[in-house]
């Protein structure tokens, strides 16, 4: 060894004796990252640490030949050894410029160049580049849209920050699989390896919980050939952080539980990628930088073909029951592969069986199994019990709600009995459910359960509320569907309160709807959650209650027209009247319902029932009810082509309404005449009674009906020649039907119709096509029947 290496190996034994002594020093612990560097040169090196007296010698000769270590060396001792001896210090000159710092020994005299060469060995193997990702499955199917999804969060992030990805999701969502699958395409960018980690988030009963981050973190310092592992949390956090601050690393950390127990296992590279997979949503990691992206359940085709693995040729047989199937699986993959393997071990089972079952009692989160086990409900189980109390009983009291879709004002009306103002204790509980993917945020305050969820949260409803418990939240659900209902009505439709019958003052408060856009949103959002209270009323023998809620839900059955709603409704609103003894009551089930009836082509039923109500009317002398019934018959007259009965019904219901002084109401039969005169041919006395309608409903603020006059009247225009006219009315009631509070797809598919109607006797044959087929996609919603006739149209252009 030559003087400037003998130098060098004397200030190093020095530096570390000084040091050695305290081995929780932060010199030490940089030490140990001088040799991590060293390490990945010569592996060596790692044995020799933290004591071997060779370890000094051996980092030397490392950093001869090796820049990154002879860095790292260096700027060690600037750190922690100082540029030179102590003030006063005695220094023995051995040959040119070479100096000797600290203990030094002299054996005699000696003379001549003295060189100490330890024997040559071989450097041990470096350690094999990490590649720890579990293996993908052979069925994994799609997820185009999300492997593209993550994508973008990729190339969109900051390239100086290291980079966090959290994919949150229920349970048998398939995180890991396309956590796996997505890094696996990426592996090129990770020359460095890919590490993975499981850290048992939701661990099974018998299992010791979440896995610490010290475990993990020692897991991959060996893996990434760290020469030892401190001990403590902190220290380990420290290395693992100089040993990644320069690799192209990805690290999987899988079933995370918490961000806490993440953020020690970050690594520090900006140009690695650490991908996190939880049932919980760890919003706390968007701290450090985390993106988000939350997965739903698989694309029903592709649910469709995963069932097809076990189901064979049954999906295509029964294409309706499968995607029922997959509906009801929630389209999870793990779910619908367990469905799929019941039907491979039964092959003669029919699709249709299997949704049936399916359908029936806990469904598919109790009736599929793995070993005998209820892998759903066991992992909807775990997340429930870590919920915090507050959230675990807002969970058992929505479960028992019959509604597909929740807000605020609502979970505040449930749970009114809890301290605490209105509102509070159920946002705080329902953060606690969406940060555990239990509850789906759908809009502004709007949220829904997953469908696998929704049975799990009644089953446990059912077994922890007794009957009062129950019976309370329930009745409070109907309240507030009644009060919101009632502040819709007045807001869309202010004549059709039915007088006498407001609701009571101390009754729950109502979701706030300020605007006929808020009030047929909330309608159209809820209207699954109201049928469901109008039958949890009928039911439960509440016969005022469902009767009035019917009657409440006359903007949505009128701007929507959804005809199974509307006819159920009535008939349980009908019913309950009845029982009720509430003549008022059943006289309007009977023509609203009526409505309903005529709107799904039953016209000989709608007879039925408005002479039912004519009946009714007649013997209260309810005159104005009386009018609506005569109206009605006039209407199903129309309808079926007698002419001659319709006018003469609707001139009666016009005389009716004018002499009890009920503005609307004749406005309202004037319309039917235009449309009956436009049946006869007659477009000028049409157009003047549709004209007028029009004035008198404008005139009265009904914006909606005035809307409708003034579509009928374009299309009159149309017909009798007036083209130019007719066409910019319909455009103008068009623009009304498609927003605000006269929106109604109804009559904006109608709209378009007539417009492809007028386009086609102009001979514009491209204008004709696309207004029709516009109409058509918007029937085949709202009613099949319309988009066969629109279907008709297209096919004879």
Not at 325 to 339: N, S
Not at 702 to 725: K, M
Request: proline fraction near 6%; charge should be negative.
């Amino acid at each position: 060894m030559g003087a400037s290496s003998s130098g060098g190996l004397e200030a190093w034994l020095s530096a570390m004796v000084a040091h050695g002594a305290d081995q929780e020093s932060a010199a030490w612990q940089d030490l140990a990252g001088v040799v991590a560097v060293a390490a990945r040169a010569n592996a060596e090196v790692a044995r020799l640490w933290p004591s071997d007296s060779g370890l000094a010698r051996e980092l030397l000769a490392v950093a001869s030949h090796d820049p990154a270590t002879a860095g790292a060396l260096t700027d060690w001792l600037r750190r922690h050894a100082g540029p030179g001896p102590a003030p006063g210090a005695t220094a023995n000159v051995i040959s040119g410029e070479a100096v000797l710092h600290g203990p030094s020994v002299q054996a005699g005299n000696i003379h001549g160049g003295i060189h100490f060469h330890p024997p040559p060995t071989a450097p041990p193997p470096r350690p094999p580049v990490p590649r720890q990702l579990p293996p993908v499955t052979a069925r994994f199917l799609d997820r185009e849209a999300d492997r593209q999804a993550l994508d973008a969060l990729r190339a969109g992030h900051p390239a100086h920050a290291p980079q966090v990805l959290v994919v949150s999701g229920l349970a048998g969502a398939g995180k890991t699989a396309l956590a796996c699958h997505w890094l696996r395409e990426h592996a090129s960018g990770f020359p460095d390896g890919q590490l993975y980690a499981d850290l048992t988030g939701h661990a099974v009963e018998g299992e010791t919980g979440p896995a610490s981050p010290a475990t993990v973190l020692e897991a991959f310092l060996i893996a990434l050939g760290a020469p030892s592992v401190p001990a403590g949390t902190v220290q380990r956090s420290a290395l693992w952080r100089s040993m990644t601050a320069e690799l192209r690393l990805a690290v999987l950390l899988d079933n995370a539980f918490t961000a806490a127990q993440v953020r020690p296992l970050l690594p520090a590279t900006p140009t690695g990628l650490t991908v996190v997979t939880s049932r919980n949503n760890l919003t706390g990691l968007r701290v450090d930088g985390a993106c988000l992206h939350r997965l739903e359940g698989l694309p029903t085709e592709s649910a469709v073909e995963l069932l097809a693995v076990g189901g064979g040729t049954r999906v295509a047989r029964e294409p309706a029951a499968a995607h029922e199937v997959v509906r009801l699986c929630g389209r999870l993959p793990l779910v619908v592969g367990l469905a799929s393997a019941q039907l491979a071990v039964r092959p003669h089972r029919t699709m249709s069986a299997l949704a049936e079952s399916l359908a029936q009692g806990q469904g598919a989160v109790g009736q599929l199994h793995i070993d005998g086990e209820a892998v759903m409900r066991t992992a909807l189980d775990m997340s429930y019990e870590v919920l915090p109390e507050e959230s675990a009983r807002l969970y058992r009291r929505m479960g028992l709600l019959p509604t597909d879709r929740y807000d605020l004002m609502m979970l505040a009306a449930v749970t009114a009995d809890r301290a605490g103002p209105a509102g509070h204790t159920s946002d705080t509980a329902v953060h606690g459910l969406v940060e555990a993917n239990l509850l789906e945020e759908t809009g502004p305050g709007t949220y829904r359960f997953h469908d696998l969820v929704q049975p799990h949260a009644r089953r446990l409803g059912e077994r922890t509320q007794d009957g009062d418990q129950r019976e309370a939240t329930l009745r409070r659900f109907v309240d507030w569907c009644l009060a919101t209902a009632a502040s819709a009505e007045r807001i869309l439709t202010p004549s059709h309160p039915l007088p006498g019958h407001d609701l009571p003052a101390d009754t729950v408060a109502p979701t706030p709807l300020t605007t006929p856009e808020e009030a047929l949103t909330w309608l159209d959002t809820h209207r699954n959650g109201l049928m469901g209270a109008v039958r949890l009323c009928a039911r439960e023998g509440w016969h005022t209650s469902c009767w009035r809620l019917v009657d409440l839900l006359w903007p949505l059955v009128q701007r929507f027209r959804p005809s199974e709603i509307w006819i159920e409704s009535h008939r349980l609103g009908l019913e309950a009247a009845r029982r009720s003894g509430s003549r008022p009551g059943e006289g309007r089930m009977l023509t609203s319902g009526a409505i309903g009836l005529r709107v799904a082509g039953r016209y000989a039923e709608a007879a039925d029932w408005y002479r039912q109500a004519l009946e009714l009317a007649t013997a209260d002398g309810d005159a104005r009810q009386q009018a609506q019934a005569v109206n009605g018959l006039g209407h199903i007259s129309l309808l079926t082509g007698r002419l001659d009965a319709a006018r003469g019904h609707f001139e009666e219901a016009l005389r009716l309404r004018e002499s009890i002084g009920y503005r609307r109401g004749a406005a309202l039969s004037r319309l039917r005449l235009g449309e009956t005169a436009l049946a006869a041919g007659d477009f000028t006395a049409s157009a003047a009674q549709l004209g007028r309608a029009r004035e008198e409903l404008e005139a009265m603020g009904e914006t909606y009906e005035a809307t409708r006059a003034l579509a009928r009247l374009g299309h009159v225009l149309d017909r009798a020649g007036d083209h130019e006219e007719g066409v910019r009315r319909l455009r103008e009631a068009l623009a009304r039907f498609r927003a605000g509070g006269t929106r109604s797809e109804h009559w904006e598919a109608r709209c378009l119709e007539w417009l492809g109607m007028a386009a086609e006797s102009a001979g514009d044959r491209e204008r004709s096509v696309r207004d029709y087929t516009a109409a058509r996609d918007l029937f085949r919603r709202l009613s099949p029947a319309d988009a066969d006739r629109l279907d008709d149209r297209l096919r004879r252009l």
